[in-house]
């Protein structure tokens, strides 16, 4: 009778145990690496935010790309460019630049992106849309998006 009521009990209860908690030990692990990982991303978020704070507040998005685009004699192949705000939340908005280029290289491409993005500006090209051009084999027509944070004025 004390076996099926006191031992019996006792040897489930372990055998629950000795099978929960390797199991709980491992989710404990998954859940200090994601701790770890987003102490890191806030740690850049942050250094991030600081970046934007000390950005020069009279940048202009749009005035910057077309002097760039004039640096790289890109300026002829701009079929269209568009720039609207989104604003992120009370306190940040970013400017985006949708622009399309015509016959261009992709030499003259890379070396646009790659000067955009190590300029000053905290500028990101989030999507780049590549077509092959239907005149020249040997340039392409393109759409990007052109980023950047900024910090929505308040008054």
């Known amino acids: 009778a004390m076996h099926s009521f006191v031992i019996k009990p006792i040897k489930a209860r372990t055998t629950t145990l000795h099978r929960i908690i390797p199991q709980k030990q491992e989710e404990l692990s998954v859940l200090h690496n994601k701790a770890n990982l987003y102490r890191a991303l806030r740690s850049d978020t942050s250094g991030l935010q600081e970046q934007i704070t000390h950005q020069d507040p009279a940048f202009e998005l749009l005035p910057h790309l077309e002097a760039m685009l004039e640096a790289h004699q ?72 052109i980023h950047h944070p900024r910090i929505t004025q308040q008054g």
């Open 74 to 145: 890109l300026k002829e192949s701009v079929v269209q460019m568009d720039q609207q705000t989104i604003l992120l939340d009370s306190s940040y908005s970013e400017n985006v630049v949708e622009m399309r280029l015509d016959s261009v290289t992709l030499e003259e491409l890379v070396a646009f992106i790659q000067s955009m993005e190590t300029s000053e500006a905290l500028l990101q090209t989030r999507s780049i849309y590549l077509m092959h051009n239907p005149t020249n084999e040997e340039h392409l027509n393109c759409t990007l998006s």
